[in-house]
């Protein structure tokens, strides 16, 4: 395989990330609303639809964000034009909680909305993510020049960690956890909070075989997401291991 890979159209060589992407969001909603056949919702679907237009809305600007802070020696020489173009899913992920969180302020919902989210996110971060991995280096997801057996020439003449990959193996490690655990017992919005905390949490550690740029304390932006997601749900991540403990006492 070399790449980028790219397919032919009249003599001329077009990226499959764009189609990948695209495709990413229409099967998520798919996926999203054949789930929704499937469960008795306590959100209407008024609210659901407002809830959605939220965490839009905010990833549109987290990822954004997030995305340009990963360079921060470039923040004075930023356009409209190289904002618009930067994007990462770990700033579309932090800046839909906090759109979700406000509009669902304002709209009066106290209920947890995330868990019938999970499997459409997982299925369009792996459709994504392969668009990442056919850029090569020309997507700055790759990472660092490596000698691991996994190591991959992604375009340069240099064995790196194949680090979009990675995540789509991770990523399918996260949908088989998520499938085999649909039938267990979990409060409500436990599932969305597992995600985001697993999620962000390979981030955090994938992060350091990427060839990142320091924000602050030599931790990137991705960084300091995932650590704010880690404090976020920090009072989730202690009843959940309560929990597990307190089970396994029980069960031997």
């Given amino acids: 395989m070399h790449f ?9 060589l077009y990226h499959w990330h764009y189609i990948l992407e695209t495709l990413a969001f229409i ?3 798919r996926v999203y609303y054949q789930l929704k056949k ?3 919702d306590p959100i209407s679907d008024e609210n659901r639809l407002w809830i959605m237009l939220g965490a839009m809305l905010g990833a549109l600007i987290g990822s954004r964000v997030i995305a340009i802070l990963e360079t921060p020696a470039e ?6 034009m190289t904002l618009y173009a930067s994007k990462t899913i770990a700033g579309g992920l932090l800046g839909g909680l906090f759109g979700v969180e406000i509009i669902k302020k304002f709209i009066g ?3 947890a909305s995330g868990d019938l989210y999970v499997i459409p996110i997982l299925v ?4 994504g993510r392969l668009g990442c991995f056919f850029m090569g280096v020309d997507e700055p997801t790759f990472g660092i020049k490596t000698s691991f057996f996994m190591g991959m020439d992604l375009g340069d003449g240099i064995k790196r960690h194949p680090v979009a990959l990675y995540e789509m193996i991770y990523v399918v490690l996260l949908f088989i956890l998520f499938q085999s655990i649909k039938n267990k017992y979990l409060l409500n919005g436990d599932r969305f909070k597992l995600f985001m905390v697993l999620y962000f949490l390979f981030r955090f550690l994938v992060e350091f075989i990427k060839p990142y740029h320091p924000l602050f304390l030599s931790l990137s932006s991705i960084h300091w997401s995932a650590i704010f997601i880690f404090i976020y749900y920090y009072k989730f991540f202690i009843r959940l291991t309560n929990q597990m403990l307190l089970q396994k006492q029980i069960y031997g």
């Fill in 4 to 12: 980028p890979v790219q397919f032919e159209i009249n003599g001329n």
């Fill in 27 to 29: 099967i998520g909603i």
């Fill in 38 to 40: 499937n469960v008795k």
């Fill in 75 to 80: 923040l004075s020489q930023i356009t409209f």
């Fill in 109 to 111: 919902v106290r209920i």
């Fill in 124 to 127: 369009s971060l792996f459709i």
